[in-house]
């Protein structure tokens, strides 16, 4: 799938969420096509859980996985996109939220994972924002109780979207993947390398997740 970014100028100035802002646009078409696909695949299966990954970073990961997640949100569904990186968190600038509670407050101090969420105003849409600032992310994000908390969200919501750092340059991400129930992998156009993108995919592959495919982002 080839996410082609090229929009009016008014829309570029807005680019964060496309997907709201703009509904009918070509840039949204797109994303519903990409939603469309990972129903496809989880329709026969509990499959709830899904990272989206890229092999470095400054590939258009996170307004990527922000736009989806709003997409899935506006069919009415309960969303719960997880900011898991802990290390550049990002998701709260989009949805300009707060970022006093998240991740680090439910595995570290366990705070339960309602008390924690972000309600936005688009759909049924909450967002899991990192939380204060970890100084060991990737303990935190390899213990049990990041298990534990994603056991707990597929209960409370339809789709689980997790946004993590990159593949090649941290740990906590490979273990996340193995975590979830399967993995879409993003790929810059002129930016990701060929050799970095067929790495990552071995690195995910002896993580033992499944990637269900693959996003070019044409940015």
């Given at each position: 799938m080839?996410?082609?970014?090229?929009?009016?100028?008014?829309?570029a100035?807005?680019?964060?969420?496309?997907?709201?802002?703009?509904?009918?646009s070509?840039?949204?078409?797109?994303?519903?096509?990409?939603?469309?696909?990972?129903?496809?695949?989880?329709?026969t299966?509990?499959?709830?859980?899904?990272?989206?990954?890229?092999?470095?970073?400054?590939?258009?990961?996170?307004?990527?996985?922000?736009?989806?997640?709003?997409?899935?949100?506006?069919q009415?569904?309960?969303?719960?996109?997880?900011?898991?990186?802990?290390?550049?968190p990002?998701?709260?600038?989009?949805?300009?939220?707060?970022?006093t509670?998240?991740?680090?407050?439910?595995?570290k101090?366990?705070?339960p994972?309602?008390?924690a969420?972000?309600?936005?105003?688009?759909?049924k849409?909450?967002?899991?924002?990192?939380?204060?600032?970890s100084?060991?992310?990737?303990e935190?994000?390899?213990s049990?109780?990041?298990?534990?908390?994603?056991?707990?969200?597929?209960?409370?919501?339809?789709?689980?979207?997790?946004?993590?750092?990159?593949?090649?340059?941290?740990?906590?991400?490979?273990?996340?993947?193995h975590y979830?129930?399967?993995?879409?992998?993003?790929?810059?156009?002129a930016?990701t390398?060929?050799e970095k993108?067929s790495?990552?995919?071995r690195?995910?592959?002896l993580?033992?997740?499944?990637?269900i495919?693959?996003?070019?982002n044409?940015?």
């Amino acid at each position: 799938m080839i996410l082609n970014k090229k929009q009016p100028a008014a829309t570029a100035k807005k680019r964060n969420l496309v997907t709201y802002l703009y509904p009918d646009s070509f840039i949204s078409d797109q994303f519903r096509t990409i939603r469309t696909n990972i129903r496809f695949i989880t329709e026969t299966s509990n499959n709830k859980v899904f990272l989206l990954a890229s092999p470095g970073t400054g590939e258009g990961k996170s307004i990527t996985i922000a736009n989806l997640a709003a997409s899935m949100a506006q069919q009415k569904e309960r969303i719960l996109l997880i900011d898991a990186n802990l290390r550049s968190p990002v998701l709260h600038t989009i949805f300009k939220l707060p970022n006093t509670k998240g991740i680090t407050n439910i595995l570290k101090h366990r705070v339960p994972l309602k008390e924690a969420v972000s309600r936005t105003e688009i759909g049924k849409l909450d967002v899991l924002t990192s939380g204060p600032v970890s100084f060991n992310p990737a303990e935190i994000i390899g213990s049990e109780l990041m298990q534990d908390l994603l056991k707990t969200a597929v209960k409370e919501y339809d789709m689980i979207l997790v946004d993590a750092p990159s593949v090649l340059e941290f740990t906590e991400t490979r273990v996340l993947a193995h975590y979830c129930d399967g993995v879409i992998l993003l790929f810059k156009r002129a930016k990701t390398e060929l050799e970095k993108a067929s790495e990552a995919l071995r690195v995910l592959e002896l993580a033992h997740s499944k990637i269900i495919g693959a996003i070019i982002n044409d940015k």
